[in-house]
């Protein structure tokens, strides 16, 4: 048919078309393999930069961790091994040849070889062992004295009643003390004579010159140790006491009592008040009487023995060597008077002292 041959002709004139053999490349998919070769390699580039960065900084805070440890390290050590790094002066004191070059005080040549017989010697009443001493006493190579005398680092008075009852006295010049008007302390009553009351502390570390040596190095000998309360008392016609409106010759001897306190560290003396103190337990307010004194109105120094307060009985544990609190009032019975002046440890050359002596053993 003729549409046969014609289309058979078509495809003959299709076939005869040569065919390129050449590959077809494109532009845009070069260009699109260079950029992510660049890309990675950047890429790549930055990671190593960051990479020795992070290894230089990991560097840098394990050396400074080093350093710090180290110096913390010594730190600790001195604090912890202080006492052991020190130079260990007292090893060889035990021989009581190392007794006589200490010995540079005034004291008679008896006192020297004392500290080594109350050292060495067992108590004949077998109180203590021989080595207690040298664990206990805080210093064992120390020449024992005759005399020790303390001032107080504390001192106050408290009005217990009236309208004073809140204010401050611990930096005042003189201490208090005075048998109040109880008739007027009852309710409904407007008090017109209160009643006073002086506390005293003594740090027995805080020596004028030398601290209280242990319990276990004072005389053996019973009733050989004595102690005093010296204090300054402030005539009746001084000019420092103008509250009484009596002559001095009409007025009647004032029978003070001394009381010792447990010991309380708690409580800030300077800063206790009569109501502060009324709010304290009545075991630790009240104390043992170890002490009376009649006080004439002329009287001026007074060395009262408070023996007593540092020999109570054994079952008195609340009251140690290292403190001495004292409470000073009038006896309950006396009648109500205007109120008696001491001076105070703020007085210039007139501080109440506490005064321990016969401190030396007996030579036998």
Known sequence: MVYDSNFEDEIDQFDEIPMSEEKIEFDGLQKAAVKAERRRKRRRQRDERTGRITAALLCAVVILFIVVAVFFEQELAELLYRDSLDPVTPSPTPSPTTHKPTVRKTDSPTAEPKPTYQVYTPSPTGKTAAPAPTTTSPAPTAV???????????????????????????????????????????????????????????????????????????PEAEDQVKVELRVHHVPKDSPKDKNDEMDVEDILPVNVEIYRLPNNHDMIVESMTGEAFEQIPRALREGILIAQQSIAPTDTLLDIDVTSALFLPEDSTEFGDEEVLLLLKVYWEEKDTSRDLFSSREADGQSPQLIFSNMLPEEH
């Open 144 to 218: 024992l004295r005759d005399t020790y005398i303390f001032e107080p680092v504390a001192d106050t008075y408290l009005h217990l009643n009236g309208i004073h009852m809140g204010k401050l006295y611990g930096r005042e010049e003189t201490l208090s003390v005075q048998r109040g008007n109880k008739a007027s302390t009852l309710p409904g009553q407007t008090v017109t004579l209160p009643e006073i009351v002086s506390l005293i502390q003594f740090d027995m570390k805080q020596g004028l010159e030398k601290p209280l040596p242990n319990r276990s190095r004072w």
